[in-house]
């Protein structure tokens, strides 16, 4: 690489002006600007990556929640169940790939064992449930991971209203004895119910590459 730089710096040195000029001209910004260190303050890192995290979040959330509700238009409470088990993961999948991110959610009361939280993930919920439960704030956070070339942000995701409870609800008194015999079937170590409205379902847990923030700056 060095010695191919030389050779266009001894060009523009040496070669004096020909047809070419422009063109060389470009090659030379080019190189240049290949060559640029971006300095980035943490700061701005910080809030940038906290940014992109609550537009991917929201993203991600809008796709599951409309593809949901065609489930349960479509097949009922049930059918759901079965769209949920099939297609979510797919869809989280498909949305890292077009971010170069990984995007998962993740639960202490978690209904597939995918969504278990890995160590750094539980105590960030462990630390969203006593701020939930003594009424503090539960704002979106970045925490910096593998020696600061990940950053993960993380999100809670709560109970938003009466429609979720037809799955994570009262088994007795709100879960439909269909649903419940769905649940057991594809879910048989289902930890996702007894909620109220406003409890923690989880979090939003999103590794965002370092190097893809700075590409945003």
């Not at 710096?9 to 240049?32: H, I, M, P, Q």
């Not at 640029?36 to 929201?58: C, F």
């Amino acid at each position: 690489m060095i010695k191919k730089i030389a050779i266009i710096l001894s060009f523009f040195v040496f070669g004096g002006c020909s047809s070419n000029d422009r063109v060389s001209r470009e090659v030379f910004e080019e190189v240049n600007k290949s060559m640029e260190i971006k300095k980035v303050n943490e700061a701005d890192l910080i809030k940038e990556a906290l940014k992109w995290g609550n537009e991917i979040s929201q993203e991600a959330q809008e796709q599951l929640i409309a593809a949901l509700q065609n489930a349960i238009a479509e097949k009922g409470v049930p059918g759901a169940i079965e769209f949920c088990n099939e297609q979510a993961f797919p869809i989280l999948e498909e949305m890292s790939t077009k971010y170069n991110v990984n995007i998962r959610r993740a639960s202490n009361d978690y209904r597939n064992p995918k969504d278990k939280p890995l160590d750094y993930e539980e105590m960030i919920l462990d630390a969203f449930e006593y701020n939930l439960e003594n009424e503090l704030p539960v704002e979106p956070n970045i925490q910096k991971i593998e020696g600061g070339e990940v950053l993960h942000y993380a999100k809670v995701i709560q109970i938003p209203g009466a429609l979720c409870l037809n799955c994570h609800g009262n088994p007795e008194t709100e879960i439909s004895p269909d649903t419940r015999e769905k649940l057991k079937a594809l879910y048989p170590e289902d930890k996702a119910i007894g909620h109220k409205i406003g409890d923690l379902r989880g979090i939003w847990s999103i590794r965002i590459p370092r190097k893809e923030v700075v590409k945003r700056m």
